[in-house]
């Protein structure tokens, strides 16, 4: 749909346990995903540095920033309440992929 949208793919290590878990909760989430939305609200007050949240709601930064807390992930927990793609660089990672998204390919590493 948008041909040049550039993106930055990171990897971090995590236990397997931590992996598992991770890999659970996705699966359970696509299969209630009737259940989740997009926190528009949230997104928009986020650029006024105005904290909004909504249960069951997350723009794309704030679900990545929940899920690396809820499994404790290393360095989630300095992560702003207000948090943006380019914060994630904090944490100890990997990059896999920087490019266009129409030429990423999953590498699976």
Partial sequence: R???TRVMVLAMDI???NYENL???LEQMVLDKHKYGYNYLGLYLAALHIIY???N???CSEFVREI???YKIDGADGLSPIVQPIHFLTLPHKTIFTGKLSEY???NT
């Fill in 53 to 55: 949240t909504r249960q």
């Fill in 68 to 70: 690396l807390k809820k």
């Fill in 15 to 17: 236990s397997d346990e």
């Fill in 105 to 107: 390919q999953n590498c």
């Fill in 23 to 25: 890999r659970i909760c």
């Fill in 57 to 59: 709601r997350y723009y």
């Fill in 2 to 4: 948008f041909s040049n």
